[in-house]
């Protein structure tokens, strides 16, 4: 198996896997998961202590979406993922704003800013593996995610970089059963 294609385990590489005693789960049940059902419950937990999240310091967050489980990690638990693994390599983001020279080449970008920015087109993500030769890139359109709630009212830029860094940290590390709470802002208005 060449070096390119070899499985990391995470899991090997965390100095103490995350456990909850049954007190903990109890005030989980009440707080963090009030929603979930017992199957709903038992997977969030599974989904914790598979990526080493930590409920308690608001790493990961279980919410019903339409009657449906979504367990969430916000881009800083994606961050936590990728800063545990061994190859990761480091991460490049920025917004782009209408004015700015954008330019995607196949091993990063060339990005400079305009003198007079404009609106916000979006943001990018570079994720550098040390055992990959290209990083892996995701651009993500204002757009697609702007929301109409407060926080992205009064946030735009931290907001869309958020996204597009974890969609980039999600993809490098394949990250399953989880989405980012960005991702999935609810689109109604609090202003």
Request: charged letters at 35%.
């Amino acid at each position: 198996m060449s070096a390119k294609s070899k499985v990391v385990d995470i899991n090997k590489n965390r100095e103490e896997l995350i456990t909850f005693t049954e007190e903990e789960i109890e005030t989980i049940k009440r707080t963090v998961a009030s929603e979930a059902n017992t199957d709903e419950l038992k997977m969030f937990l599974h989904v914790a202590k598979s990526y080493g999240l930590d409920p308690f310091n608001k790493e990961i967050f279980f919410w019903k979406v339409k009657g449906k489980p979504t367990i969430m990690t916000s881009r800083d638990g994606y961050l936590k993922i990728a800063d545990r693994h061994p190859q990761y390599d480091g991460l490049v983001s920025d917004v782009v704003r209408k004015n700015d020279s954008f330019k995607r080449k196949s091993d990063g970008i060339e990005h400079e800013y305009g003198t007079e920015r404009g609106d916000i087109v979006g943001a990018y993500a570079l994720v550098y593996r040390k055992d990959r030769s290209y990083p892996v890139y995701v651009f993500a359109p204002f757009e697609e995610y702007r929301s109409d709630t407060k926080v992205w009212y009064q946030y735009p830029s931290a907001m869309i970089l958020k996204v597009a860094e974890s969609m980039a940290l999600k993809r490098s590390f394949s990250v399953s059963g989880l989405v980012s709470r960005e991702e999935m802002e609810d689109r109604k208005s609090t202003r």
